[in-house]
């Protein structure tokens, strides 16, 4: 059984933090859940496309809010506490925070650890 804390991740590798985000990852790879599951912040005032070229991700909201547009189809969805999205291997999505934003990220495959969004917005496949 794995039992962790969000404070006890503060200040390692586990935590990682950029200009307008920052983000702790309780699971990765070799933890071997299979998936890696994260607690991220997101400033206000942020838009940003991801493109999951290597992942697919689940984001649920605790708090915030923030519109979500599926670049596909050019709908806008509003994210808001209770709000779920699944983003499939190769969907590109623009995500606008319109006030800071907390976030449980799932992705699969699982992350090892210091991943970080590349310029086209996705992570990097690493092994």
């Known amino acids: 059984m794995l039992i962790r804390h969000k404070a006890d991740l503060q200040g390692t590798p586990r935590a990682i933090t950029g200009e307008m985000f920052s983000t702790t990852r309780f699971l990765l790879r070799e933890d071997g859940a299979g998936f890696s599951l994260t607690d991220v912040t997101l400033k206000g005032g942020s838009s940003t496309v991801f493109a999951r070229q290597h992942h697919s991700e689940v984001g649920y909201c605790l708090e915030g809010r923030a519109t979500l547009e599926d670049l596909a189809t050019g709908e806008i969805h509003d994210i808001r506490p209770g709000s779920l999205w699944q983003a499939q291997k190769g969907e590109r999505f623009r995500l606008t925070v319109l006030e800071p934003i ?12 210091p991943e970080v969004n590349d310029e086209n917005g996705s992570f990097p496949l690493l092994e």
């Not at 907390?102 to 650890?113: D, E, K, M, N, Y």
């Open 102 to 113: 907390r976030l449980i990220t799932i992705f699969t495959p699982a992350l090892v650890g």
